[in-house]
């Protein structure tokens, strides 16, 4: 009896030893992470103003009734979704592409990898701007070669034109982020048993099925991770999208409406609200493709 | 755990000394200072600094030069923040024509230290842009308006000269551009402008719109005024550009994108600011000393020129601790002749009348003259009415009128639409 006593008490100091160590950081997250998050969350509730937000008056569900009315935010919530899974899926396939050709074995290999991250490197404003001076309809470098080559007969308002709009910004995300995806994969490679590949040659599998029986599958856990790093990331899409077409509707993701309302307009309240849904779609589109890996795995 | 609890008392010990240094030190900083936020980088910084520096040897007073962010949009969220939060850390702030509406509840009455004898010396048209509810609560310190460049030479290749009426520059757009292009000049472009969906459309939309006798959007009583005849015929006769005379891709030009095709040489007409000119006929453009400047065309019918009014102000915040001091430095570095040395310095474009016509001004940057006359006619933005709701106005605004260029909608019923949307904004029309 005393020595089960003696042991919980040892377990009960352990944890509470735990909890002193771990508080520093609980602590910090709080500040940093929970406390803006929750002062957004309840800033959600009010038609606070950004010039006088000591007026604010709660107003209960209305910001977000109000929202779930706009047009606009569906539009805004239409195009992230659009944006985020054509560029994650693209950057996903070139990206795995290019990771196993640099898996190869061959010289100048080292080189190459670090060349392939110049894009990566380039501050994201800069980029979009430099590709929106190549997209530009009248002086752009693309239409020049594109009409060179004889591909099309006119120039192409890429940018301007509701069709092409997303596009582009599809596109320059695209070369941006796959060198990142194609790295996060590359490490994954190289964590592969080398056994598997060895017997596969032994029995003379044709490398195609070696691809899709044996890398793909052991590839898996780092493709999730890679993909999750990488929806996340374009879910809250706002630099690219705001240089590239600013508050353009056509073109306009949810960070951007957002970011509207509550700095150009000045509504903190309204502002926050979207901000909240912001948050909760993406904690949503989380756990739903968690949730689907894993039943993935377990399958 | 003792020494868990001695270390944690001692902390907070420590940070309470601290905290109580930190209180000491503000109030042992006796003499007067002031802050000032004007410009971000380069010349502009520059001569604030030195302006700055001249007041404040004559007064004793120093003063520190906060540099803020470039992007005026960035500077807004900035200003509202630190006026929202009371805070006396800068007196004086550099802001927009269009911001006096939303900050004058954070803004001293200058007319309190500055008199009508001054005042009276301003285009009128920016003083009572800056008038809210009887008090100004900023000093015009330097201006801009919509103007149009033109190719003074290809108009007189073809015998043309600038236009006086928007139809009469249609015309003579398409008439070079065809040329042009026939020529082999495949690229050319019959006028550029700004149609992205931003401020600088409501900016060039209203242009057409006042040009053609359609109003401000917004009248002065605070009646919403954007449908009738006249804006619908000028937002038809803009749609009909798109295609045609300008590109498509100006729905996504700014005022640097529409710069970069007229200064490649790719355009015939400009709309922009006064800035392009200096950089146009820098020694590396390649159409240096082939531009002309123009006030911008009118409307046919009932029609008169207009350009929207653009320019900073000097405010003094409400929470600064030495109001008066800090309205004396506006009042010094908006004077004649303050207002001259950045004329000549950097030309800056004055807010006091009489400096159009000030020679040395005049040898230094010839152009001011014809200058003159867009100012006179500059039309503001419905700011001043509208004041915190501003922004959604404007937005509303452009969105409408970028639908109808891009052929999404017909000017008559979006306007109709937009009429209705502001009514509702406004809380009918009581702002």
Not at chain 2, 300 to 306: I, P
């Amino acid at each position: 009896m005393t020595s089960l006593h003696q042991k919980s008490h040892l377990h009960k100091k352990r944890v509470r030893w735990a909890w002193i160590f771990l508080a520093p950081v609980v602590l910090v997250l709080a500040l940093v992470a929970g406390w803006p998050l929750l002062k957004t969350m309840a800033y959600g509730f009010t038609d606070a103003s950004l010039i006088d937000p000591e007026s604010a008056q709660f107003v209960g569900l209305d910001n977000f009734a109000f929202l779930l009315q706009d047009p606009y935010w569906w539009s805004a919530v239409w195009n992230t979704v659009v944006f985020a899974l054509s560029s994650v899926l693209l950057e996903t396939v070139l990206g795995l592409i290019i990771a196993l050709a640099l898996n190869a074995q061959f010289r100048g290999r080292g080189g190459l990898r670090a060349a392939i991250l110049i894009p990566w490197a380039i501050p994201t404003v800069v980029s979009a701007q430099m590709w929106n001076w190549m997209f530009n309809d009248v002086f752009g470098v693309i239409n020049h070669l594109l009409l060179d080559v004889g591909l099309i007969q006119a120039p192409i308002a890429w940018t301007a034109s509701p069709d092409t709009a997303l596009l582009s910004i599809i596109l320059v995300d695209v070369w941006k982020t796959t060198p990142f995806m194609a790295l996060l994969l590359l490490a994954g490679l190289q964590m592969l048993p080398r056994e598997c590949y060895e017997s596969a040659r032994v029995d003379g599998v044709h490398p195609l099925k070696v691809f899709f029986k044996v890398t793909l599958p052991l590839l898996k856990p780092a493709l999730t991770v890679a993909i999750i790093f990488r929806l996340l990331d374009a879910l809250r899409v706002f630099d690219l999208v705001y240089v590239m077409s600013g508050n353009n509707r056509s073109t306009m993701s949810m960070s951007v409406y957002a970011r509207q309302q509550l700095i150009d307009f000045g509504g903190l309240g309204f502002g926050s609200a979207a901000a909240t849904l912001i948050f909760a779609i993406i904690a949503l589109f989380t756990v739903v493709y968690l949730m689907a890996a894993r039943v993935g795995r377990e399958n | 755990m003792r020494y868990f609890e001695e270390f944690t008392a001692r902390l907070f010990k420590w940070a309470c000394g601290l905290a109580f240094l930190g209180v000491c030190g503000a109030l042992a900083a006796q003499p007067a200072q002031l802050a000032i936020s004007c410009g971000a980088l380069g010349i502009q910084l520059t001569l604030c600094q030195e302006g700055v520096a001249a007041w404040s040897r004559s007064t004793g007073t120093a003063v520190t030069v906060v540099a803020t962010p470039n992007s005026s949009t960035e500077r807004f969220a900035l200003y509202q923040q630190i006026l929202a939060s009371h805070s006396p850390d800068i007196d004086v702030f550099q802001i927009d024509v269009v911001w006096p509406g939303t900050f004058a509840p954070h803004l001293v009455d200058l007319s309190r230290y500055i008199g009508p004898d001054i005042t009276d010396q301003y285009f009128a048209s920016m003083i009572h842009n800056n008038t809210i509810d009887g008090a100004l609560v900023a000093m015009p310190w330097y201006t801009d308006a919509g103007v149009l460049y033109y190719r003074a030479d290809l108009l007189q290749k073809y015998g043309e000269s600038p236009p006086e009426t928007w139809q009469q520059l249609t015309a003579t757009a398409r008439r070079i551009q065809q040329a042009e292009r026939a020529a082999g000049n495949s690229r050319m472009q019959g006028f550029v402008f700004q149609a992205k969906g931003y401020e600088g459309l409501t900016c060039d939309a209203l242009e057409w719109i006042d040009s053609f006798g359609g109003g401000t959007v917004v009248d002065s009583a605070g009646r919403v005024t954007i449908d009738n005849p006249q804006a619908v015929a000028a937002l038809d006769l803009a749609a009909s550009w798109i295609g045609d005379i300008a590109p498509q891709g100006v729905l996504n030009y700014d005022e640097e994108a529409s710069r970069g095709v007229f200064q490649s040489g790719n355009a015939v007409f400009m709309r922009n600011w006064p800035y392009a000119w200096s950089l146009g006929n820098a020694a590396d453009s390649p159409i240096k000393g082939k531009i002309g400047v123009s006030a911008l065309p009118r409307g046919e019918v009932q029609g008169h020129h207009s350009g929207t009014l653009g320019g900073w102000q000097l405010a003094v915040s409400r929470y600064s601790k030495h109001p008066a001091l800090a309205a004396d430095l506006v009042r010094y570095l908006t004077s004649y002749e303050e207002q001259k040395r950045r004329a000549i310095a950097a030309s800056y474009n004055p807010t006091i009348r009489a400096l159009y016509q000030d020679e040395d001004v005049l040898e230094a940057v010839p152009f001011f003259g014809t200058l003159y006359r867009s100012f006179e006619h500059a039309v503001a933005r419905p700011s001043r009415v509208t004041g915190s709701q501003y922004a959604r106005v404007s937005a509303e605004f452009y969105y409408a009128v970028h639908d109808i260029l891009s052929g999404k909608l017909q000017a008559a019923p979006a306007l109709n639409a937009l009429h209705q949307k502001l009514v509702r904004l406004s809380r009918g029309e009581q702002w």
